[in-house]
């Protein structure tokens, strides 16, 4: 069975490149274009790992790691921030809301990596 990533990002092009990376790496991936109602869609499809946008207009991927992680039914999900922000503060994010790790966009290698890690692949 493979394991279930949901990527969750504004940005059309970067959603769907990374759903292609991913697929390619052999995950069963759905993605999500906004943060409203994600959590609803993590209760229902029971992704392995959840991919967050740090910076989405309305609410960002950084507090939506607290609903998700505030809703007992997901509570136990991974969540990863994967964000152009800097590092540093990706780092101090995911440590902040309680996520499981982040990933730098653009780093492709790392992207499969981190994932591959995350989920014990």
């Given at each position: 069975?493979?394991?279930?990533?949901?990527?969750v990002?504004?940005?059309?092009?970067?959603?769907?490149?990374?759903?292609?990376l991913l697929?390619?790496s052999?995950?069963?991936?759905?993605?999500?274009n906004?943060p409203f109602?994600?959590?609803e869609?993590?209760?229902?499809?029971?992704?392995?790992?959840?991919?967050?946008?740090v910076?989405?207009?309305g609410?960002?991927?950084?507090?939506?790691?607290?609903l998700v992680?505030?809703?007992?039914?997901s509570?136990?999900?991974?969540?990863?921030?994967h964000?152009?922000n800097?590092?540093?503060?990706?780092?101090?994010?995911?440590?902040h809301f309680?996520?499981d790790?982040?990933?730098?966009?653009?780093d492709?290698?790392?992207?499969r990596?981190?994932?591959?890690?995350?989920l014990g692949?």
């Open positions: 069975m493979k394991k279930r990533v949901l990527v990002d504004d940005d059309p092009k970067h959603l769907l490149t990374t759903r292609d697929e390619l052999g995950y069963e991936v759905a993605v999500h906004t109602r994600t959590t869609i993590v209760q229902t499809w029971k992704p392995d790992l959840v991919l967050l946008d910076n989405m207009p609410l960002a991927g950084d507090r939506l790691c607290g992680r505030a809703n007992g039914n509570r136990n999900v991974l969540i990863m921030l964000s152009s800097d590092e540093e503060s990706l780092r101090e994010s995911a440590r309680a996520a790790g982040y990933i730098c966009k653009g492709i290698a790392g992207l990596r981190k994932v591959a890690a995350a692949c």
